[in-house]
């Protein structure tokens, strides 16, 4: 099987232009959540997200996700190898352009019709377009755990050795329709995102786009590149209980968690931080404190292992979250650090782990990043000093 090195990570988000702003905002306790300016939030309960400001004076013809995709790229190498390939993530795509087609549609008095409906597809198209490859790649839809899923697919074949080089592009944008859907099932909070608190009571949406080249170390060594960090562990699961709840127990996720080790080899023992998906739902969060505490419930295990969330300060960017946070946890593992844990002021003493409100730095060669997501699918990563 073939080591899986990540030799680039970037992504844009509410805190910075590339993955460095980003990072050392975090550090600094800061926050991406302001008041909604992408539409007229008054008939909501919660008028707050954590959107990306340079998307408000974006030319006006251009859509919210492809004017993202742009800032991007500036960030990312111009060409890719020739036998690259990319595995992609986004729930709705250009859902901004579709919503104008919707109402357009509406005023006139007739149907959208399917043709004039931008699809998830299309963004994989324009990604391909950008560094001129043939194929629009795969694309991955598993709720808000899609782009750890696409990390997965893509770690595993290049393990197999069905691929040795594949770009992970995640990018989600907030919209009404976006935004009604998760006011209308009461997960967003109207105050402040607290992960992982007592008191927390729902999320906050975000805007970010992120990518990830991976590479099999033979490859990487080929075109001169010095990894960033290896994934060494991958695993998915589903606990398929409900529709958006996931197992209280957190089966799933201790599934999936299991699965990583075993591929990486390691035992429980030897992860030195979590980067966890942290919602701040009631049901969420509770899930993942139950999962952790099974994994790490061992003798061998004489600490706490820190954990944090950064949904409090970047939202939750849905397709986007995984890719995002992993370019996060690259940091993480390089400065031996996690950033603060924003909203958070009372964390739950049900957890087996340290979870703080400021940075908390560790000694350690693993890292655990899960991400959960509606219909009970859940994934996570393993990231390990190259």
């Known amino acids: 099987m073939n080591e899986v090195v990540i030799v680039a990570a970037e992504a844009v988000s509410a805190l910075g232009d590339n993955r460095s702003q980003t990072w050392h905002k975090l550090l600094a306790g800061e926050s991406g959540t302001a008041p909604v300016t992408g539409f007229d939030p008054a008939p909501y309960y919660c008028r707050i997200a954590a959107g990306i400001k340079k998307l408000d004076s974006r030319p006006q013809a251009a859509g919210r996700l492809e004017h993202l995709l742009q800032l991007l790229f500036k960030n990312l ?15 709705k795509g250009a859902i901004d352009l579709q919503e104008k087609k919707w109402q357009q549609a509406a005023a006139d ?11 998830p597809a299309a963004t994989a198209k324009l990604v ?5 490859l043939n194929q629009p790649g795969l694309l991955i839809n598993a709720a808000c755990a899609s782009s750890t899923v696409a990390l997965n697919r893509a770690a595993g074949r290049i393990a197999a050795g069905f691929d040795d080089c594949i770009l992970v592009w995640a990018a989600e944008i907030i919209s009404e329709f976006v ?28 805007e970010a786009a992120a990518a990830l080249l991976l590479m099999s170390k033979e490859k990487a060594q080929q075109e001169g590149l010095k990894p960033l960090a290896e ?26 968690c299991r699965r990583a080790l075993n591929r990486a080899r390691l035992k429980p023992e030897a992860i030195a931080a979590i980067n966890a998906h942290g919602t701040a739902t009631i049901h969420n969060d509770e899930m993942e404190i139950a999962a952790f505490n099974h994994l790490f419930d061992n003798s061998a295990t004489p600490k706490k292992i820190p954990l944090h969330s950064v949904k409090g300060a970047l939202g939750h960017t849905l397709g986007a979250a995984g890719a995002l946070e992993t370019t996060i946890a690259v940091n993480s593992l390089q400065e031996q650090c996690l950033p603060p844990t924003m909203g958070l002021r009372q964390p739950e003493t049900a957890s087996c782990n340290r979870i703080e409100p400021q940075r908390q730095d560790f000694s350690g060669n693993h890292l655990l990043l899960t991400n959960s997501g509606f219909g009970g699918i859940n994934a996570a990563l393993i990231l390990s000093k190259s």
């Open 179 to 206: 935004f009604a859907g998760f006011a209308s099932i009461k997960a967003l909070t109207p105050d402040c995102c607290r992960p992982f608190d007592k008191h927390r009571n729902g999320l906050i949406l975000g």
């Open 128 to 132: 391909a377009e950008h560094f001129s």
């Open 231 to 256: 994934i060494s562990g991958w695993g998915i699961a589903n606990d398929a209980v409900h529709l958006t709840a996931p197992a209280r127990d957190g089966r799933g996720l201790l599934k999936a």
């Open 109 to 119: 008095g007739k149907p959208a019709l399917p043709e004039e409906i931008s699809p």
């Open 77 to 91: 190498p111009p060409t890719l190898p020739a036998s690259c390939r990319l595995i992609g993530s986004t729930l």
